[in-house]
């Protein structure tokens, strides 16, 4: 093995601890163990980028920003969020102070731009920003939520429309100092919507652009799927969706198509729950639907299987599937596996005082996932196992403005959701974050519902709780010389 060959794998190893994704091709092998174990190791580095808020004169929004506490990461550290201000000097809208204590800061209004963070050694394995608006009156009305995502080059949103009375935007916001040239496809009931206009959207270097959904199309379709794929560069990507009636909330990036997928948390006084499913392949797809309830899988009557045409999008309406109890939506093959994308509107209230909110097909926890902006009533922790029973650790911890940590551990049985009671920081002052960690037992989603009341309409926004990918996978090499030998 030469020098050469010897440098490009201790640079794929710095690169992966970096950065946080690598990839290695395995040699042949050669009839003895040589390579080790992957280490799991803290990412050194994280971006998250979150869209402008609103643009209502009544918005109030809060930004938290958390780090949980992660062995091996060292002393060293900092982090910031930017105003998106393309290229212009700004000062920072907020810092983080130390792993394991949040920090928050305030806006109000219209005018609060899209921010772009950055946070590297201690601050970055786990890193997540919550930013969470209230709005009084007007469309999309109601309590706004999203986590702030990391930039990517690919995402799927089914949920979305452009009907009559619904106002969606797709906010594109580029982090880095080159610009981005994206693609927005738009699917719906018949296919794809053909349009020029979504190709080749620039999007200039560490700047925002919201693109009304309305505008890439005459067609108004109640149920879209968005698809925003990236040419060049990198953004984060969310979808606003804004009703004139029912509120609104922002649509997270749904997890990556998959044959089977997990929709967690389902608030159990949901009056409508509306499913949505797309398929990106050639081949249709046939879906078992079922919800874990408190008490094990059920079927919803009339609803035990979804057809999903090839390149359409599908939606079915549920009703009051919850019932009262707590649920999420399990979604598996009833033959075949195709890859599949999906995500449900919710909505709670009757009348004129309803408001809606959208939950993704989400990955599982994984090692550990993170909740920020908790607040010390109307906080819903969600955790389904789909599979087999777990055992799941949740740790609140210290408020922004003082309080001690506190752990609890649950178990969760084989194909239940589990709505459990929230452990709140002894002595709390302000907003705490929950992290939840799987201690055994098979896959676990988790989701986290915050709720408040707006003149009598229930007021609320769902987050899931995907694995924060804290730590990556850096495999150990070593020199071998009897290569030369051969």
């Known amino acids: 093995m030469n020098r050469t060959t010897l440098s490009l794998i201790a640079g794929v190893g710095a690169l992966a601890a970096l950065t946080g994704f690598a990839t290695l091709v395995a040699p042949e092998a050669t009839g003895k163990d040589t390579a080790k174990a992957a280490a799991q190791l803290p990412v050194e580095r994280s971006s998250l980028a979150c869209p402008a808020p609103s643009t209502s004169d009544l918005a109030e929004t809060t930004y938290t920003s958390f780090t949980p506490v992660t062995e091996g990461t060292g002393a060293e550290g900092a982090g910031e969020l930017l105003p998106a201000t393309d290229g212009k000097a700004a000062k920072p ?238 979604l598996t093959p009833s033959d075949q596996a195709v890859p599949v994308v999906a995500a449900v509107q919710v909505v709670r209230g009757k009348g004129g005082s309803q408001e809606t909110a959208f939950i993704p097909a989400a990955r599982a926890v994984g090692t550990r996932a993170t909740s920020v902006g908790n607040t010390a009533k109307g906080v819903t922790l969600s955790l389904v196992a789909p599979g087999e029973s777990a055992q799941v650790k949740v740790t609140a911890s210290a408020g922004t403005e003082g309080g001690e940590p506190v752990s609890k551990t649950y178990a969760v049985k084989a194909g239940t959701t589990q709505d459990v009671e929230v452990p709140v920081p002894s002595g709390l002052k302000g907003t705490y974050a929950l992290t939840v960690e799987p201690v055994s037992g098979g896959p676990v989603h988790a989701s986290r519902t915050l709720t408040a009341t707006q003149d009598g309409v229930p007021a609320f926004t769902v987050q899931t709780l995907p694995d924060d990918r804290g730590t990556v996978a850096v495999p150990e090499a070593e020199q071998d010389l009897s290569v030369l030998q051969k």
């Open 93 to 330: 809208v907020l810092k983080p102070k130390e792993p394991g204590s949040p920090v928050s800061g305030d806006s109000s209004g219209g005018e609060a731009p899209a921010l772009i963070g950055t946070a590297e050694g201690k601050f970055a394995p786990g890193w997540t920003v919550q930013q969470t608006t209230e709005v009084t009156a007007g469309a999309g009305r109601g309590l706004l939520g999203l986590n702030c995502s990391a930039p990517d080059t690919d995402f799927w949103f089914p949920g979305a429309s452009t009907a009559a009375g619904r106002t969606d935007y797709a906010h594109l916001t580029n982090p880095d100092d080159s610009a981005a040239v994206v693609d927005i496809e738009l699917y719906g009931k018949d296919g794809e919507l053909q349009s020029t206009v979504g190709e080749g959207i620039t999007v200039a270097p560490r700047s925002s652009e919201p693109i009304l959904l309305s505008t890439l199309t005459d067609a108004e379709e109640a149920d879209l799927t968005v698809h925003v794929n990236v040419r060049s560069g990198r953004v984060g990507a969310a979808v606003q969706a804004l009703d004139d009636e029912a509120g609104g909330d922002w649509l997270a990036a749904a997890a990556d198509p998959a044959g089977s997928l997990v929709v967690p948390g389902i608030p159990k006084d949901a009056t409508s729950v509306r499913l949505i499913a797309f398929t990106p392949g050639d081949s249709d797809a046939d879906l078992k639907v079922r919800l874990a309830s408190p008490n094990g899988l059920i079927t919803p009557a009339g609803s035990e299987t979804l057809h999903v045409k090839s390149g359409a999008t599908t939606s079915v309406d549920l009703g009051d599937v919850t019932r009262g109890e707590a649920g999420s939506l399990v």
